[in-house]
T-cell receptor, first 113, second 113 residues
């Protein structure tokens, strides 16, 4: 079954502390994973794609196929990082390139001063 | 210069009514989607259209009918609204392959009373 699991509903840290938001996936095909961020009552914004291996706002994420994980990390959390974070897996539907994103349940990150 | 725009932003209506949500994208993307975010913040795909053609229908009740007059627009019409339809509905778009992820609209908060 295709599934994205984010085990933590809430992650609460102090400013300056390291952050790791966990994401595990289940998919028989070649996985393509994303992290999206949703600030309070705003649209979802793409944060990272595993393919690009970039660092955005200090966040990084590495795809670990052995552990089927794509954890999001930041060494020093800032108050403005407080938001809802979603891990997403792109599922190829059939030929033609059609696909859909399936999301984990999300983790709320709360960074306290 | 909004990339994916939805109207209205808020919608409060009574049970049994019929309502529509409109979505437009100016990114030149081929594919558009509707996602539902429930009260627990869980995101689930409802529909996907590619160049005005229905690609994905995720076992959504028949009361929900998407319409795509052209590839830049995907509207959602809901008949006989029920309390359980209360949610935030997000429109999104992508290129067919979706390798760069999806661009989301700001959402429509639907409240059925």
């Amino acid at each position: 079954a295709q599934r994205v699991t984010q085990p933590e509903k809430l992650l609460s840290v102090f400013k300056g502390a390291p952050v790791e938001l966990k994401c595990n996936y289940s998919y028989s095909g070649s996985p393509e994973l994303f992290w999206y961020v949703q600030y309070s009552r705003q649209r979802l914004q793409l944060l990272l794609r595993h393919i690009s291996r970039e660092s955005i706002k200090g966040f990084t994420a590495d795809l670990n196929k052995g552990e089927t994980s794509f954890h999001l990390k930041k060494p020093f959390a800032q108050e403005e990082d407080s938001a809802m974070y979603y891990c997403a897996l792109r599922i190829n539907m059939f030929s033609g390139g059609y696909n859909k994103l399936i999301f984990g349940a999300g983790t709320r990150l709360a960074v306290h001063p | 210069d909004t990339a994916v725009s939805q109207t209205p932003k808020y919608l409060v209506t009574q049970m049994g009514n019929d309502k529509s949500i409109k979505c437009e994208q100016n990114l030149g993307h081929d594919t558009m989607y509707w996602y539902k975010q429930d009260s627990k913040k869980f995101l689930k795909i409802m529909f996907s259209y590619n160049n005005k053609e229905l690609i994905i229908n995720e076992t959504v009740p028949n009361r929900f009918s998407p319409k795509s007059p052209d590839k830049a627009h995907l509207n959602l019409h809901i008949n006989s609204l029920e309390l359980g339809d209360s949610a935030v509905y997000f429109c999104a778009s992508s290129q067919v392959a979706g390798a760069y992820g999806y661009t989301f609209g700001s959402g429509t908060r639907l409240t059925v009373v």
